[in-house]
């Protein structure tokens, strides 16, 4: 069968567009999985590193007792929370900064593979991706950091909005009253999180394939997406279920086994089969608003 083949500048459409996004997938599905499956043993391993050298007992994870005939040992939790918990806890803060940094280029790599595929690049290969994400991977972080920035004012501000609305109503001694306006200004801030986060979808296709810089990528995303708001956020609830029906099938299967590391490989490989499915799909979106609106 041939690969379907649409023009990048042509609009899409919303079906169009899920249609493509699981013909693109399903066909190059272990292009698209082999980055996430590096970066996750890359993670792993940086996490057992870490509490190996913090004296964390691994027969945990590994499921020694169950495969062998070696108990593992008692643990002393009040010895372990002492010695062992806090530096084991800040190296794995740090092993999940180093995956955030990993996943974004793994994104940003696929962004591009994704957009070969779709204007019919001949033999699109994960090496050029990778060698284009990593000269616009600056680009990439400082647009994240912004927009970073950004979630944590509006945060900022609805928790003081919160706390205000508290402290007028806890003089009245109100119980409702105060419930009601925590509730409703929390309410707001999710709301207005969401907004910005939907104006800013394809902020990383803008910076990977038109050369957009951190600021300039944000504005580019925020006038793609404006006046095709609901269909670009509806875009991210229709994928966010796909995958989270996958993704619970593939959570089930990895509960079988009572094996942490058994269980562990398995969710893993969930994740990297579900993962690339939301930026194929947002990166179609990005050539169909931008076939649109130019």
């Not at 900022?156 to 409702?176: K, M």
């Amino acid at each position: 069968m041939e690969e379907t083949k649409v023009g990048s500048s042509e609009e899409l459409g919303f079906v169009e567009t899920l249609k493509l996004t699981f013909t693109y997938w399903a066909r190059k599905l272990p292009y698209f999985m082999l980055p996430y499956l590096l970066i996750s043993l890359i993670s792993i391993l940086i996490i057992f590193g870490i509490l190996a050298a913090s004296g964390f007992d691994l027969g945990l994870l590994l499921g020694v007792s169950y495969v062998t005939d070696i108990p593992s040992p008692p643990i002393d939790w009040a010895t372990q929370w002492q010695d062992v918990l806090p530096t084991m806890f800040v190296g794995i803060a740090v092993a999940v900064l180093i995956t955030v940094f990993f996943e974004l280029l793994v994104e940003s790599l696929l962004v591009k593979y994704a957009a070969d595929l779709h204007q019919g690049v001949e033999g699109p290969s994960l090496k050029d991706s990778l060698s284009h994400a990593l000269s616009r991977f600056p680009s990439v972080l400082g647009a994240t950091i912004l927009i970073i920035l950004i979630i944590l004012g509006i945060v900022a501000v609805g928790i003081a909005i919160i706390i205000a609305l508290i402290f007028a109503f806890a003089g009245t001694g109100n119980v409702l009253a105060i419930i009601a306006s925590a509730l409703l200004g929390a309410l707001i801030m999710a709301v207005l999180i969401i907004i910005i986060t939907t104006y800013f979808k394809v902020t990383i296709q803008s910076v990977i394939l038109e050369d957009s810089g951190a600021v300039q990528s944000l504005k580019r995303s925020w006038y793609l997406v404006k006046g095709k708001w609901w269909l670009t956020f509806f875009l991210g609830i229709v994928i966010a279920i796909i995958t989270g029906v996958i993704g619970a099938i593939g959570g089930a299967i990895a509960s079988i086994t009572t094996i942490l590391i058994v269980s562990m490989v398995i969710s893993t490989i969930i994740s990297a089969i579900i993962s690339p499915i939301e930026i194929i799909a947002f990166t179609l979106w990005f050539f169909n608003l931008k076939a649109i609106k130019g």
